[in-house]
């Protein structure tokens, strides 16, 4: 079966957000990626070269293309596609609450950048968070670039989207943490292995109606103290340094 104008044309349309909604589904390219996501969400369609194919003799999906090298980057959305390219159906999550107040999470208050996105979501698999609950005005966890920077940890990390002041709102007795500038220094605070850890906007950090529910400010010191310093540190850099604390407490108690 060849790859159709018609199918490279769907291919490019699942890079708007309409489209994939409207779909169900998101796109992932790669290898280790695609690999990865196999075995956790249903496959609509596989575009892959032979090379892939022959390696991957028993893979399921509603629809398999062979194409060659120079069609797959008719079709793909990378500038560098490798082998594979496959579309797969979006999962459906419910909040399970108990869990939510038995664990760690973390809250995204309005992150922007898909790429930021990802990357918080390869950090939380790392650190062994399996939810994220993110603001309705966060970037859409099914962005391609999105789905690229989870390295493959989109399978394993449940992402979703709720009114999230009144979702913190109606937790009790349970830590909210966020990070200001105002707060108290994270290394010589005692913290919790249950909470919510809420990162904020990349321009402005956490919002005012979601600050009014954090119970727990925490701030991140640069070094020395009283050295002049960039103003703040990318939201994906302060919750990989967040969640390591969290965890390095854990591991050292």
């Avoid at 892959?48 to 293309?65: F, Y």
């Avoid at 459906?92 to 996105?117: F, H, M, V």
């Amino acid at each position: 079966m060849s790859l159709s104008k018609n199918k490279i044309k769907y291919i490019h349309s699942l890079e708007y957000k309409k489209t994939r909604c409207e779909e169900n589904v998101f796109i992932a390219e790669g290898p280790k990626l695609v690999n990865d996501l196999l075995e956790h969400f249903s496959t609509r369609l596989i575009v892959a070269t032979n090379e892939w194919l022959k390696t991957h003799p028993k893979v399921n999906a509603d629809e398999i293309v062979e194409v060659s090298p120079e069609e797959l980057t008719k079709a793909s959305l990378l500038k560098n596609p490798q082998q594979i390219l496959a579309i797969f159906e979006q999962p459906k999550y419910s909040i399970d609450k108990e869990e939510i107040s038995s664990s760690l999470s973390l809250a995204l208050d309005n992150i922007q950048d898909p790429g930021n996105l990802g990357t918080i979501i390869r950090l939380a698999d790392w650190f062994g968070i399996k939810n994220i609950l993110c603001s309705l005005d966060t970037a859409d966890v099914y962005n391609p670039k999105t789905i690229q920077a989870t390295m493959g940890a989109i399978a394993r990390v449940k992402v979703h989207y709720i009114a999230l002041p009144e979702f913190l709102s109606s937790i009790k007795n349970i830590p909210i943490y966020g990070t200001f500038l105002n707060g108290e220094n994270i290394y010589q605070e005692p913290l919790s292995e249950q909470g919510i850890i809420v990162m904020g906007n990349e321009g402005n950090g956490i919002g005012k109606e979601i600050e009014a529910l954090v119970n727990h400010k925490l701030y991140i010191p640069n070094y020395p103290a009283d050295n002049i310093t960039s103003e703040s540190l990318n939201v994906a850099i302060a919750t990989a340094v967040v969640c390591a604390e969290f965890r390095r407490q854990v591991i050292r108690y």
